[in-house]
């Protein structure tokens, strides 16, 4: 069944729902309150991340991070005097500035810099709450989307393409291996894998795309098994499309975040491998800017975005706090 992008309106998803709930919801105190401005507030945002104190301060270095990220000064490179890479700063910083997600219950005009996650275009807002995971498990795979878990619980879908690192990041945000191990095993890597998390949220491991080999039918399956997924779900707070920042944009994840963008699908871009730097090769930042500005049209609203990697921890908590302010929010 198709559903037209004015029926995906109604579904309960952050992404489109910004000002379509009445304004006094988006303007009236939430349970969790996460203070954004003064020291002694920026020290619970630390509280909420988990983060020493010293993290707390947004545009400090990430201790963790290894690739400027496009939202505040280079955190590993010396500062660079010549004027071009001043002006190439500048314009990343101005690109962050104007395509902001600002989640529910922020005015635009009160966001400061300090509200911005770094490494991301993404504010945080009052509905940000605890985001650590505690425990996790498996509940089941599905191979149609009538067979998924029927508890309404909010869900994460993680999609990819093939070697992007989702079952490295499922391991990084879970810490626990077992889950990604479970999402390779042979038989399960074409099923949508659920995993239910503190008791309360899914994480869904959705098939990889773009396997080289794969014949063009194997393809076409994925394809309208896993959109079908999209279109069906209702409890889908939000699809997190995991991208390959350490290359240029690639047809098939512009095709897919396309897709997602004219369809209304809540999504969130996870750029993965932000540690990668291939000598020669653009960076990280550069594969992330440009990316978006090939998929800006598809979509009404800036979607949100940050930058990850597995094998630093960079963006983990980040992403987990956001992912609370939209669960928190799909909740109330
Ligand atoms: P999947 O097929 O999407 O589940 O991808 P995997 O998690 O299996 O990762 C594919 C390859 O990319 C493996 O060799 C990983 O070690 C590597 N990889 C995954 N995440 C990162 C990362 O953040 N940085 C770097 N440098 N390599 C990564």
Same mark, same amino acid.
């Given at each position: !069944? ?34 954004? &401005? ?9 509280? &909420?991340?988990? &983060? ?11 201790? $963790? +991070? ?39 219950? /922020? +005015? ?12 991301? @275009? ?16 498996? /509940? ?16 994460? +879908?993680?999609?990819?393409?093939? @070697? ?6 499922? @391991? ?17 890597? $074409? ?6 998390? @503190?008791?309360?949220?899914?994480? /869904? ?14 393809? !076409? ?9 999209? &279109? ?17 944009? $690639? ?68 992403? =987990? =706090?956001? !992912? ?9």
């Amino acid at each position: !069944m198709s559903h037209a992008p004015s029926n995906m309106l109604l579904r309960r998803g952050p992404s489109f729902l910004l000002f379509s709930k009445p304004h006094h919801l988006l303007t009236s105190s939430p349970p969790l309150i996460l203070p954004l &401005l003064s020291f002694p507030q920026q020290l619970r945002y630390a509280s &909420l991340l988990h &983060l020493p104190a010293c993290r707390s301060r947004l545009y400090c270095s990430h201790s $963790q +991070a290894t690739v400027p990220s496009p939202s505040h000064e280079p955190t590993t490179n010396p500062p660079s005097s010549s004027s071009s890479s001043r002006v190439a700063d500048k314009k990343r910083e101005k690109f962050v500035r104007r395509a902001l997600f600002v989640p529910p219950g /922020v +005015a635009r005009e009160e966001v400061t810099e300090e509200m911005i996650l770094p490494g991301s @275009n993404i504010v945080i807002g009052p509905y940000a709450g605890h985001s650590q995971i505690k425990q996790v498990e498996f /509940v089941k795979s599905s191979s149609r989307v009538k067979d998924c878990p029927k508890d309404d619980r909010p869900e994460f +879908a993680m999609l990819g393409r093939s @070697n992007v690192g989702k079952s490295s990041l499922i @391991n990084a945000l879970t810490r626990k291996k077992e889950v990604a191990l479970t999402s390779k095993k042979p038989g399960k890597t $074409q099923l949508i894998n659920h995993f239910l998390v @503190n008791k309360s949220w899914y994480i /869904v491991d959705l098939p990889g795309y773009g396997f080289a080999n794969a014949p063009e039918a194997a393809r !076409m399956d994925w394809s309208s098994f896993t959109k079908g997924y999209f &279109l069906n779900r209702n409890t889908i707070v939000a699809v997190l499309l995991l991208v390959d920042a350490s290359v240029p944009p $690639q047809k098939i994840d512009l095709d897919c975040a396309n897709w997602l963008g004219r369809n209304n699908i809540p999504m969130t871009f996870v750029f993965t491998k932000c540690d990668k730097k291939k000598s020669g090769k653009q960076r990280p930042d550069e594969n992330i800017k440009n990316f978006q500005e090939l998929i800006r049209k598809s979509y009404k609203e800036p979607p949100p975005w940050i930058m990850t990697s597995s094998v630093t921890g960079l963006g983990r908590d980040e992403l =987990l =706090l956001h !992912m609370s302010q939209l669960r928190n929010y799909w909740d109330n």
